[in-house]
């Protein structure tokens, strides 16, 4: 009975087109939004900022990443990993290069960077398809591991291998570094987050976005309808790399503080996956969703022991947390493959009629 | 069967199609067409033309190789001699996007549809070669790429008023029953105002109804647009009605070339649909 | 023009000059190439028979040789270890199958695949909850598997074979040969190639797919334990050894995914490959090259053979 949209007609094709056509979407969008950038920076404590929150967010723009490549353009990518490395190494050389430049700016331009190496390793996407892209993107993935242990050149030759990220500022507010604040840097995870997830809402439902899914769907057919698979397949690489290199300096220079090759391993290529399948292939929102649940269950199930009283050896924790997130994948898998977005559809759905059945 | 009368003729508007090919001329030439997949010869040596404007069916017992000359012409195979020529231009080998953006448009025998998305989104998809704003105008949307947006989403109306699908337009196509899925395919094809529209087997799995919905909107399109078809069809009264002419396969060979009156009256058909060894 | 020299020349000169050297080299590849063809086995015969790509057979070898070791460290003797750790790998398929793989039947393979994904690390969790995370030395002589190595005198040199890759070798050869006659003459191995092919039909001809895919998955097991053996022999039997099997990927490139043969001579290939180009040409490059080279590989190979040595060329139907 509330979310109804009895009596909101469409007089205009614009109107009809809008992304959120329904009153009580946009209602709800804009109370997030408020929530996001007002409530939690004033009420939250640092834990929960800087464990939480920004690396949900960080993880859920990597996740739209890779969202584009698998869910919009049907293109299976295990090198999300590695093409958020790039984006990281990228941004630390610019910075060393750069010192004056405005660190944001350095931020995105590092996504584009990690969009050439994209579209480079998703040139074979047009011979090979379905499952052994799998590989040539497992190739990307450890070829580019081992070039961030071997050049040198790339961590500017210190000792450890390691990139540590230098202070900077915007406005005179400390932004990197450790000691930007974690209020500071969450504001500028989110804004960052925020307007590059609506370009990727605006670039999905465009022709581009089409053609996209037009070769997911049926490449063939898309063939035969004028797309062409090279421009389709590797401007979908490119998009997605480019979003998971802002993720990945993002990661470093606005939550770690430094990193290491192990940051962007293989394990976080798949973990990346799991986001994306379980939130729904093909849906921003399943992005988000998927995110929250990879991200922030390891963070409750540790915390639940010390809730209940209970005492448990952290080893065993750990132990316990891989064995509860594999069933949930498996769970999850079973009872709606099309992910978390699909039940959250199916809920609103039910809400549409509510409260009658059907 | 009996064809209603046309219908709708004013909702699509005059959008006869400029191609360069005078109506009645050759639109389309298939000269010593041969094809095979390794040790198979799918298509040999067969040559037929279709004139503009008219409605071409191209008939035969299953496995004669119909649904690869289509492909062929679509660009989709590529065929080991002959050649196609299409509105003037000999080509041999293409690939299946410069067919379309030369004005080949086609449905499928298996319909080919894009489930992943709604009704309206997939005849849009039709329109893909006619969309133009590049990337950094795709970002923000709003501005000259949703005016472009809006624009098509006018011509798509107007193909979905024709083919009376309003209801559906926002349905996800795999949930449409198959008679629906099959006239949606059509509204994709016609969405990209092509010359020539290439249809495989557009009634199969209809009932009479059904086939006789369809045999009006082939009708309409080809006689308010001036589209050239070309048509596989194994209803014979459909082709019979239909058809301007008709041209036979059987194992890779033609065996018939002329109007539905000769066509049917060849012995060397009637064979053939018989099964008389030959 | 001297980096042209190292790159076209040297090597060869190198390898021509030891060769005592390079023919150690070449037994290396040849004993990692067989490893990499055991684990390679398992993921084939799953896939061959439920069109599934089994993630978790890496993490099913870990858990095979652990299960081995753990039950001997309780004081059974080797072979009946040996036999409960069996029974515990059957007890696994069967259980895979009946919560996992039946509620999946016909989803599309990436699901598939992402549940077993699931699967490995919820084996990998528990693994490590019974067994404990350190590695543990395997027990070979126990076994019967015979220790110590040979010398062999060759070209002025000497080749060192240790006994127990021979013994590999040879087990890896027996397993393959049994397999194939399975597949090929066998009714079961006849009803594993139809589910293979189509769960649907195999199943309105009246092939019970659940009994097939706990048989197979069995197999699996048992290919397993043979692979968590072998290379536990060679290097305790630790937790990193799952990301090895990662490196069957490539293997499954140049071989197909659903042949056995092809598992035998992809992992060959590539286990040379490795190891030759990470000896003669890896100092070029800075060295640990061995962690791609393999992918990058079958990359070149797919680009030529987008379906693999001994796939079946795709035709594709409109």
């Given at each position: 009975m509330f979310y109804r949209e009895a009596g909101q007609f469409k007089t205009s094709y614009k109107a009809d087109q809008a992304v959120f056509p329904i009153l009580q979407d946009r209602l709800a969008i804009a109370a997030f939004l408020a929530i996001a950038f007002i409530v939690i920076p004033y009420f939250g404590n640092d834990f929960f900022i800087n464990s939480m929150m920004i690396p949900f967010l960080i993880f859920s723009l990597a996740a739209i990443g890779l969202n584009i490549l698998t869910g919009y353009t049907g293109q299976i990518s295990l090198g999300t990993g590695a093409f958020m490395g790039v984006g990281a190494y990228a941004c630390y050389k610019m910075t060393s290069i750069f010192p004056d430049v405005n660190i944001i700016i350095l931020i995105i331009g590092s996504g584009f960077f990690s969009a050439i190496v994209g579209m480079i390793f998703g040139l074979p996407s047009l011979r090979i398809k379905g499952f052994y892209l799998v590989v040539t993107t497992l190739a990307a993935q450890f070829f580019l591991e081992w070039c961030f242990i071997t050049i040198g050149w790339l961590y500017n030759y210190n000792d450890s291998g390691a990139i540590e990220v230098p202070q900077r500022e915007m406005f005179g507010i400390i932004i990197t570094g450790a000691s930007a604040s974690p209020v500071t840097r969450y504001l500028v995870v989110l804004s960052i987050v925020v307007v590059m997830t609506w370009v990727a809402s605006n670039i999905i439902r465009g022709r581009i976005g089409r053609a996209w899914m037009m070769i997911r769907d049926m490449d063939i057919a898309a063939e035969l309808m004028g797309v062409r698979p090279l421009q389709a397949k590797i401007s979908a690489f490119a998009v997605s790399s480019f979003y998971a290199g802002v993720a990945g300096a993002m990661m470093v220079f606005l939550w770690l503080g430094a990193a290491e090759v192990e940051s962007f391993d293989v394990n976080h290529s798949f973990l990346i996956l799991f986001m994306v399948v379980l939130g729904g292939l093909g849906s921003l929102l399943g992005s988000f969703m998927g995110a929250a649940f990879i991200t922030l269950l390891p963070i409750i199930l540790g915390a639940i022991p010390g809730i209940l009283g209970v005492d448990i050896n952290a080893a065993t924790l750990e132990h316990v947390k891989f064995m509860i997130i594999g069933a949930l994948i498996i769970f999850f898998l079973i009872m709606e493959p099309h992910g978390l977005a699909r039940l959250w559809a199916i809920g609103k759905q039910k809400l549409r009629v509510w409260p009658f059945p059907y | 069967m009996n064809v209603a009368t046309p219908q709708g003729e004013a909702s699509l508007g005059a959008r006869i199609v400029d191609d360069g090919i005078e109506p009645g001329a050759e639109l389309l030439k298939v000269e010593n067409v041969s094809l095979s997949f390794g040790g198979v010869k799918a298509i040999q040596d067969i040559s037929f033309d279709v004139k503009k404007g008219e409605i071409r069916a191209i008939i035969g017992p299953n496995g004669a190789g119909k649904t690869s000359m289509l492909n062929v012409i679509n660009g989709f195979y590529h065929p080991q001699e002959g050649t196609i020529t299409f509105r003037g231009n000999v080509r041999t080998k293409m690939r299946p996007y410069m067919a379309a953006s030369q004005g080949i448009s086609r449905t499928f025998q298996n319909v080919a549809l894009f489930t992943g998305m709604s009704t309206l989104d997939n005849i849009m998809a039709g329109r893909q070669l006619k969309m133009h704003k590049n990337f950094f105008w795709q970002m923000w949307r709003y501005g000259p790429a949703f005016n472009e947006e809006v624009e098509h989403r006018l011509e798509v109306e107007k193909i979905i008023d024709f083919l009376e699908i309003q209801s559906i337009r926002k349905t996800p196509v795999g949930q449409l029953p198959y008679g629906l899925q099959k006239r949606v395919e059509l509204g994709r094809a016609l969405a990209a105002e092509p010359s020539l529209l290439l249809l495989d087997e557009p009634m199969a799995g209809m009932n009479l109804e059904e086939k006789e919905d369809m045999s009006r909107f082939i009708i309409d399109v080809n006689q308010q647009f001036g589209t050239t078809i070309a048509l596989i069809e194994h209803d014979m009264g459909v082709v019979m009605d239909l058809a301007d002419r008709v041209v036979v396969l059987d194992y890779g060979k033609k065996i018939a070339d002329g109007f539905p009156a000769e066509v049917q009256a060849s012995q060397e058909v009637i064979d053939a649909y018989l099964g008389v060894p030959h | 023009m001297d980096l042209l020299y190292n790159i076209f020349v040297d090597p060869f000169v190198q390898m021509a000059g030891t060769p005592d050297f390079f023919l150690q080299v070449l037994w290396e590849g040849f004993v990692t190439g067989t490893l990499y063809s055991l684990i390679a086995l398992g993921f084939v015969l799953i896939f061959k028979a439920s069109g599934v790509f089994n993630f978790a057979q890496g993490i099913m070898v870990v858990f095979a040789a652990l299960s081995l070791v753990g039950f001997h460290a309780l004081g059974v003797p080797a072979y009946l270890a040996l036999f409960l750790a069996l029974a515990v790998m059957a007890a696994l398929a069967w259980t895979v199958e009946r919560v996992i793989l039946r509620k999946l039947v016909n989803q599309p393979e990436i699901i598939l695949f992402m549940a077993t994904i699931g699967l490995s690390y919820f084996l990998i969790g528990l693994g490590e909850f019974i067994f404990g995370g350190e590695p543990k030395p395997m027990i070979t002589e126990e076994l019967g598997l015979p220790t110590g190595s040979t010398v062999v005198d060759v070209a002025g040199g000497i080749v060192i074979l240790q006994h127990i890759d021979i013994a590999a070798a040879l087990i890896a050869a027996v397993l393959v040969l049994g397999l194939a006659i399975f597949f090929s003459k066998t009714r079961i191995g006849r009803a594993l190639r139809a589910v293979a092919d189509d769960h649907q039909a195999a199943l309105s001809v009246g092939i019970s797919l659940n009994q097939i895919w706990a048989i197979v998955w069995f197999a699996a097991g048992i290919v397993a334990l043979a692979t968590g053996i072998m290379w536990g022999a060679r290097s305790d039997v630790s937790f990193a050894l799952q990301i090895v099997a990662l490196k069957a990927l490539p293997v499954l490139i140049l071989g197909g995914f659903t042949s056995v043969p092809g598992a035998i001579i992809g992992g060959l290939i590539i286990g040379f490959g490795e190891k030759i180009f990470e000896v003669y040409w890896g100092g070029l490059l800075g060295g640990g090259v061995e962690g791609w080279f393999a992918y990058v590989l079958a990359l070149i190979f797919l680009l030529f053979r987008?379906?693999?040595?001994?796939g079946e060329k795709i035709i594709e139907r409109v």
């Open positions: - | - | 987008p379906q693999g040595l001994f």
